[in-house]
């Protein structure tokens, strides 16, 4: 895959949480057993800075994807599957990983921010780090990024340690487009390179084990052929996003970083 044939723009966005602990009451009218206590700001902190978390079993031995669609969005059992085979080389999780996935009415929104995206979470996300399990959300939105510009779209967006955000509709309208890559394929990259982000590629909460950060287009890889490798253009045919219709794959110099900070 040529560097000059990938167009996907995947925008990273890093938000600060100043969210809130939900608090468990001393009687909650079942027998007098009070429900765990939940620290949902565990899960509002900055991009990268749960990779180790999500890399290692040292604190968290399983994990569980929520993934929250809006009707009609839904994203491919195959997508799904992709995404989950991908952590499972990557992460030591020996308890498992588990899919949750919720369907909801559109919100109405024309586009989404992700500061909106933000909003729909606190009020909807239901699983959080809780014991030996640690969570993810993913929202599936029925809606462009408010960022698109032209033929300069945003596929996806990570922004805080354990949430990204697809932006599914976008997705969906490349893939209908004659000679694209299939809805499967584009799906699948998106998800795995915004949860590389989560896992702290490239140099965003894993250090580096070797030179290979591509300054100019922030924590993302230098080398053309990496899944985390990234080049935004304005302009120019889609036909050709992902060359020859395949998932990128991480290069060695990303999985050494990731296999030093306690991944496979």
């Known amino acids: 895959m040529t560097a000059k044939k990938i167009l996907w723009l995947l925008l990273l966005v890093v938000t600060v949480s100043t969210g809130v602990v939900s608090c468990s009451s001393d009687d909650n009218g079942n027998g007098g057993i009070t429900p765990p206590e939940i620290d949902e700001t565990l899960n509002r902190q900055t991009t990268g800075s749960s990779a180790r978390d999500l890399l290692s079993d040292e604190k968290y031995s399983r994990i569980v994807l929520e993934i929250l669609y809006v ?10 599957e992709n ?36 909003e729909i979470e606190r009020e909807l996300r239901a699983n959080y ?16 990024s408010d960022q698109d510009e032209g ?9 805080w340690n354990t949430s990204f955000v697809i932006y599914e509709s976008t997705i969906q309208d490349i893939a209908a487009r004659t000679g694209t890559p ?5 799906e699948s990259t998106v998800m795995q390179h915004e949860f590389g982000h989560l896992l702290g590629l490239v140099n965003f909460g ?39 219709g395949s ?18």
């Not at 780090?129 to 462009?144: M, S």
């Not at 779209?153 to 922004?159: F, H, T």
Request: proline letters at 4%.
């Open 71 to 80: 009707q009609g969005y839904e994203p491919n059992a195959a997508s799904v």
């Open 83 to 118: 995404l989950k085979d991908f952590l499972g080389e990557r992460m030591h999780k020996p308890d498992g990983i588990d899919v949750e996935m919720t369907a909801i009415e559109s919100p109405g929104d024309t586009v989404y921010s992700v500061e909106r995206v933000a």
């Open 129 to 144: 780090n809780y014991e030996d399990e640690i969570a993810v959300f993913v929202f599936f939105a029925d809606q462009k």
């Open 151 to 159: 033929n300069k779209v945003v596929l996806g967006a990570a922004y």
């Open 182 to 186: 299939s809805r499967t394929v584009l």
């Open 206 to 244: 894993t250090d580096l084990t070797s030179d290979h950060q591509d300054e100019d287009h922030g924590h993302h890889c230098d080398v053309e052929d990496c899944l985390m490798y990234y080049l935004a253009e304005s302009g120019g045919d889609l036909s050709n996003v992902i060359s020859g």
């Open 247 to 264: 998932i990128p794959e991480l290069d060695p110099l990303c999985i050494a970083d990731l296999q030093a900070n306690g991944g496979k």
